[in-house]
């Protein structure tokens, strides 16, 4: 199972941009599909989840200005980052958990994946 993300930039403060990653692999279902994001020196902080039902978890942070969303059917997720501010500057890492896909003729269930991260960049 592979996460690809895309979709990051340089943008100016109150501008918009799309993040999406997309899993590939021989996945049955994905539980949790979210954005963490990290700034160096600091830890990598949860953005937002989506459970594949559709629950969503944001940060306070961004609430109001972010939306995640997802295709089940595409195994990817999506976050439209709106009014963006500098301090919304980081490397933004997709996650999937408890991912089951099919190995040979058994499906295996494992957790924390994570994409490569795309850089966001706000400018003031």
């Known amino acids: 199972v592979q996460l690809q993300a895309s979709g990051g930039g340089l943008v100016q403060a109150g501008g918009s941009l799309r993040l999406l990653c997309a899993a590939s692999?021989?996945?049955?279902?994905?539980?949790?599909m979210g954005w963490y994001r990290q700034t160096p020196g600091e830890e990598r902080e949860l953005v937002a989840t989506?459970?594949?039902?559709?629950?969503?978890k944001y940060s306070d942070s961004v609430k109001g200005r972010f939306t995640i969303s997802r295709d089940n059917a595409k195994n990817t997720v999506y976050l439209q980052m709106n009014a963006l501010k500098p301090e919304d500057t980081a490397v933004y890492y997709c996650?999937?958990?408890?991912?089951?896909?099919?190995?040979?003729?058994?499906?295996?269930?494992?957790?924390?994946?994570w994409g490569q991260g795309t850089q966001v960049t706000v400018s003031s």
């Open positions: 692999g021989s996945i049955f279902s994905i539980n949790v």
């Open positions: 989506i459970t594949n039902g559709g629950r969503k």
């Open positions: 996650n999937a958990d408890q991912v089951t896909y099919y190995d040979v003729t058994r499906l295996v269930t494992e957790s924390n994946y």
